[in-house]
């Protein structure tokens, strides 16, 4: 899922296009037609600027992005990074201008009425009027109109003032509270929409809990705590004491979308290697760092007499060395295929019987 953009920012406003749920109303909110024309302004916002990034840019840089996931200096672009939050920065600044704009507004007949005091800069305007929406100025105020939805303030401003009411939920038009926006999106974003539901249903039928958009932005997170204290973060990397999976977006990566395997204990499951299906030990050797003698489990000790932390598995009748640190950073994949899937199930199977004593 590699894909290509006529320049940077561009590939910028397509992470807001990817992030962007099908449309699913609210019965609480305002009727189902201006919730359907808010997302559609919305969604056109989006895909205005990617058809036509000047709108918004003055200047475009020529098309990058990282490919060292979890080590991007690697890939050796300093200043990628920079230009990279400097485009988000500029469409979230558009963002949170019709935030505040539909915050203090007040709605009439196709009309938004919002005090002078709520400021807008010209560029912004320039785009507004680009998607259909105007502006007229009276004295101490603003009037906005749309041509074409009759409705659209109705929703803008209750997506902006509701109880818990956030940048996020607004500008990816999240309408139904409760409703797990997450799991289409990375349905869609792993390559797999059936391989991700099959891995989904299993997770829900075995018990484990769905928590959406932990860290403010769209994120998907699966757990089970095996009588640990539920986790206070997302993430399959570090920190990690319950069994489950965690998808996430990287705006900054060639392939944004990755999708983890939450792995506690590893010292525990090499231990109990030899009691586990074939087709987890060969996932496990498979996936786990092999020791390379980096000495980073050692890199404390000052005496130079601590063993290295390797654990040695039998695996096919050889001796295999392997390292029990940070396993999530190799049991990853931007995409899901059918194999991988059956490989996250058994192996999410055999942690939970590991750790629920029943292996």
């Excluded at 305007?125 to 259909?132: C, N």
């Excluded at 009759?150 to 500008?171: G, I, K, V, Y």
């Excluded at 989904?200 to 809990?209: A, H, K, N, Q």
């Excluded at 990690?240 to 705006?251: E, V």
């Amino acid at each position: 899922m590699n894909k290509k953009f006529s320049c940077l920012e561009q590939r910028m406003v397509n992470t807001y296009l990817d992030t962007f749920p099908g449309f699913v109303p609210s019965e609480s909110g305002p009727g189902i037609r201006a919730q359907e024309q808010f997302y559609q302004f919305m969604h056109g916002l989006y895909q205005r600027l990617s058809v036509d990034p000047a709108l918004l840019f003055s200047i475009l840089h020529e098309d990058d992005a990282y490919s060292q996931r979890f080590n991007k200096g690697a890939d050796n672009k300093p200043k990628l990074k920079d230009q990279m939050r400097k485009a988000i920065k500029e469409v979230d600044a558009v963002l949170v201008t019709l935030f505040h704009v539909a915050r203090s507004g007040q709605v009439g007949s196709n009309t938004l009425v919002v005090d002078a005091s709520v400021k807008v800069i010209k560029k912004h305007w320039l785009l507004f009027e680009q998607l259909g929406l105007h502006q007229t100025s009276e004295q101490g105020r603003f009037v906005l109109r749309h041509n074409d939805y009759d409705e659209l303030f109705q929703a803008m401003t209750w997506m902006a003032t509701r109880p818990n009411a956030s940048l996020l939920s607004f500008s990816r038009c999240l309408f139904l509270e409760g409703y797990p926006y997450a799991s289409d999106i990375y349905a869609r974003l792993s390559g797999n929409a059936d391989g991700f539901r099959r891995l989904e249903r299993y997770l829900i039928e075995s018990g484990y809990t769905r928590m959406d958009n932990w860290d403010g932005t769209i994120t998907l997170d699966y757990f089970k705590t095996h009588g640990d204290e539920k986790p206070t973060k997302g993430g399959f990397q570090y920190g990690i004491h319950h069994t489950g999976i965690s998808a996430s977006y990287d705006l900054l990566m060639d392939q944004p979308q990755i999708f983890g395997l939450c792995i506690p204990r590893m010292r525990e499951i090499l231990a109990a290697f030899d009691g586990m299906p074939p087709r987890v030990q060969d996932f496990v050797v498979a996936r786990t760092k092999k020791c390379d003698a980096c000495r980073y489990c050692v890199q404390t000790d000052k005496t130079g007499q601590r063993p290295l932390a390797t654990q040695l598995v039998n695996y096919q009748g050889k001796e295999v060395s392997l390292c029990p640190y940070f396993p999530g950073y190799n049991y990853c994949e931007p995409e899901l295929s059918h194999d991988h899937v059956d490989d996250m199930i058994a192996m999410l199977g055999a942690m939970d019987r590991l750790f629920d004593g029943a292996l």
